[in-house]
């Protein structure tokens, strides 16, 4: 038993000294950050009241031969 509770506490100790997780959390962050600078900028190209609007403009735009 006094074995297993060794076990135990060394597989803690090495888990919170593990440093892999903060680089996921870190890249999670930066996702976010992006994801709002890109949603920002977003707001001040979409005219339409609709998110569906902006999308028409985007699909015209590609395959149209002119871009309002």
């Known amino acids: 038993m006094n074995t297993l509770i060794k076990l135990v506490r060394q597989g803690a ?10 680089q996921v959390v870190e890249y999670a962050l ?7 600078a890109i949603v920002a900028a977003l ?5 339409d009241a609709s998110f569906t609007g902006f999308i028409a403009r985007i699909k015209t735009c590609l395959t149209g031969t002119t871009c309002v």
């Open 43 to 47: 707001r001040g190209v979409v005219t």
């Open 30 to 36: 930066i996702i976010a950050v992006v994801s709002i």
């Open 13 to 22: 100790i090495e888990f919170a000294q593990d440093e892999e997780g903060a």
